[in-house]
Nanobody, 114 residues
Framework: QVQLVESGGGLVQTGGSLRLSCAAS????????MGWFRQAPGKEREFVAA???????STSADSVKGRFTISVDNATTVSLQMNSLKPEDTAVYYC????????WGQGTQVTVSS
């Protein structure tokens, strides 16, 4: 089992920045990738960004390219730096880990006011 704990959400004005962190614990020895998804009210959960543990390569959704950056702080912690935030970024952000299965955090709310 893998446990994920997210932190760093909150309320910010348009154009502002937030940094989300996700700490993994448990059976993380075979971590393949960690990433972030988000779900806005009334919408399906969507991919935001992910990073491969073995080589640090990353990918992100077109909607956040150039504004959001995913990084690995250490072997079990990943962060998402979000700049130039827009109201449409408002959502619950979920951390995801791929470790012989897929695990999810409880989510953290990000609200961008206009």
């Amino acid at each position: 089992q893998v446990q994920l704990v997210e932190s760093g959400g909150g309320l910010v004005q348009t154009g502002g920045s937030l940094r989300l962190s996700c700490a993994a614990s448990g059976r993380t020895g075979s971590m393949y990738a960690m990433g972030w998804f988000r779900q806005a009210p009334g919408k399906e959960r969507e991919f935001v960004a992910a990073i491969i543990s073995s080589d640090g390569s990353s990918t992100s959704a077109d909607s956040v390219k150039g504004r959001f950056t995913i990084s690995v702080d250490n072997a079990t912690t990943v962060s998402l730096q979000m700049n130039s935030l827009k109201p449409e970024d408002t959502a619950v952000y979920y951390c995801n880990a791929r470790v012989e299965g897929s695990y999810w955090g409880q989510g953290t709310q990000v609200t961008v006011s206009s």
